[in-house]
């Protein structure tokens, strides 16, 4: 049976809401709200972008501002070189060794991502909009071009809704602020520096490949966004289902993990508690080739004392 494409759109909708329900809130992210939340409002007032709209692009395209585009250029928007003639760096996306634009603090990044909409005509449509609407500017976003991901506006929407970024959109905190101490707030803009919003997680090794420890709110979403691969990529690298949560101190592989392990681990006896998942994922060996080097049946487990061979 063919669904329409309304009924269509209303599944991935509460798909997205479900999800958004059910994440923990990230710790990276919450920093970074907290960091940036007053200058997504105050470009919200100048130039009429929804608060919530500016922090879900910033969240979504710095990875909480700890990409490393973002560590080396303040670009928080992932905006490139086209009709610029400031400072560049070139970084690998759609393709390899792309230019983005660089800037000397942060607070220009988000200057510049305001103007980067106003300034182009087929965004024009989307101030039309209401600065509340962030649904609408997220499709608007996405049906101009402004990113190649199919699911960009319903991950800006979950980003949105996950950690309540409407609530900056009426505008009334910012004024409050700065209606109560005006003096601070222009000392609080001009001081903004080349700044990230958290120290980004240590990368570390097995095997030659490359790993992080997860910390408390992480997720795999936020793993993937901070080292620009997708979660999809991520979660194959971990060999894990698209449903498996992310628990504290767990090793989460950002490369692809290996046929053997290196030299020096030939062999390994199973303990209790231990899996032939956990083993693999111990030494940076993908699972169906420990299965191989021990001429395993996928359906078995791995019995406690049993010598297992790595390489």
């Not at 060999?239 to 046929?259: D, F």
């Amino acid at each position: 049976m063919r669904l329409s494409i309304s009924i269509y759109l209303t599944l991935i909708m509460l798909t997205f809401s479900l999800l958004s329900n059910g994440q923990s809130q990230n710790q990276a992210y919450l920093t970074y709200i907290e960091e940036y939340h007053e200058i997504a409002e105050r470009q919200q007032i100048e130039h009429g972008i929804p608060a919530s709209i500016i922090l879900a692009q910033g969240l979504l395209e710095s990875g909480a501002g700890k990409s490393e585009l973002a560590k080396a250029s303040n670009n928080h928007f992932g905006i490139k070189c086209a009709e610029w003639d400031g400072q560049k760096v070139y970084y690998d996306d759609d393709k390899n060794g792309e230019c983005f634009r660089k800037y000397n603090k942060v607070l220009d990044s988000y200057e510049d991502h305001a103007l980067f909409l106003k300034n182009r005509s087929r965004y024009a449509s989307l101030f039309n909009l209401k600065t509340t609407d962030y649904e609408g500017w997220a499709f608007g976003l996405k049906n101009a071009g402004y990113a190649t991901d199919p699911s960009y506006a319903f991950k800006l929407i979950s980003i949105v809704e996950n950690y309540n970024l409407q609530r900056f959109d009426s505008g009334k905190n910012y004024a409050k602020k700065e209606n109560g101490n005006s003096s601070s707030t222009n000392n609080y803009y001009g001081s903004m520096g080349s700044i990230s919003a958290i120290q980004p997680h240590d990368i570390l090794k097995m095997n030659g490949v490359r790993f992080v420890k997860s910390l408390p709110g992480d997720s795999y979403t936020s793993i993937a966004d901070e080292f620009n691969i997708s979660e999809k990529r991520i979660r194959s690298y971990n060999e894990i289902s698209s449903t498996e949560t992310l628990r504290p101190g767990t090793k989460v592989y950002i490369s692809i993990k290996k046929r053997k392990a290196m030299k020096g681990f030939d062999n390994y006896i199973v303990k209790a508690g231990d899996s032939m998942y956990s083993i693999a994922q111990d030494f940076g060996i993908r699972t169906k080739y420990l299965y191989k080097l021990n001429n395993m049946d996928f359906a078995a487990g791995a019995k406690i004392g049993l010598v297992l061979k790595l390489r």
